[in-house]
């Protein structure tokens, strides 16, 4: 039969522009929320977390932000550059002995110059 | 710090063939995981170790794969025998405690013929 890879989202921003990624989880438990960026041909590289008491968190050009109520995760990356481009992905993990970082499909962003 | 260390960083081989892939973490983590990421299926998590000890493995495929951490610097993934279906990229991480950010090594790209 035929094969059917995953389908990311990818999202086009023109640099300098913010950018804005989304990401839904399903694990009401979860309290620790990570966010990692995977360029081509590397691992997947820690950006930013926030843990489920708080709401927002920021660093460097990068916020984010999380509405437990709709169970949502947002990265804000201010003044996007070509080097921002690459897969993004957000985890979650719950609490307990056997809690284990729980993967997004990701979503691809492409700065465009 | 070096970060986390994965070997080889390719490999191709035959159908039928044994495999191993080593994984050296970040010193003094006393977590270890292994992912497989593929176009089908994502990042997925495979078996991780604490403190040298199998915590999860229910992500391991099937009985050809096998993992071990015979001390806390070293980890090896083995499949035994090779399947082209067992084609991806596997990725190592490690982390200090239950709530420290996880820590990928550059992955090893596994081609099955």
């Known amino acids: 039969g035929e094969s059917v890879g995953l389908h990311l989202p990818t999202l086009s921003v023109q640099e300098g522009d913010n950018s804005i990624i989304n990401c839904a989880y399903s694990?009401?438990?979860?309290?620790?929320f990570i966010w990692y960026k995977q360029e081509s041909g590397k691992g997947p590289q820690f950006i930013i977390d926030i843990r489920s008491n708080m709401d927002k968190r920021q660093g460097q050009r990068v916020t984010v932000l999380l509405n437990k109520t709709v169970k949502h995760l947002s990265l804000q990356i201010a003044a996007t550059q070509p080097g921002d481009s690459a897969v993004y992905f957000c985890a979650d993990w719950g609490t307990g002995t056997a809690s284990k970082l729980t993967f997004g499909t990701g979503t691809r962003l492409q700065v465009t110059l | 710090d070096a970060g986390v260390i994965q070997s080889p960083r390719h490999e191709v081989t035959e159908m039928g063939q044994e495999v191993t892939l080593r994984c050296k973490p970040i010193?003094?983590?006393?977590?270890l995981f292994w992912y497989r990421q593929t176009m089908m299926r994502g990042l997925e998590l495979l078996i991780y170790f604490n403190n040298n000890v199998p915590i999860d493995d229910s992500g391991m495929p099937e009985d050809r794969f096998s993992a071990k951490m015979p001390n806390a610097s070293f980890s090896t993934l083995k499949i035994q025998p090779s399947e082209p279906r067992d084609s991806a990229v596997y990725f190592c991480?490690?982390?200090?405690?239950?709530?420290?950010?996880?820590?990928f090594g550059p992955g090893t790209r596994l081609t099955v013929l």
């Open positions: 694990n009401s438990a979860s309290d620790y």
């Open positions: 991480a490690s982390k200090r405690g239950v709530t420290d950010t996880q820590y």
């Open positions: 010193s003094g983590h006393d977590y």
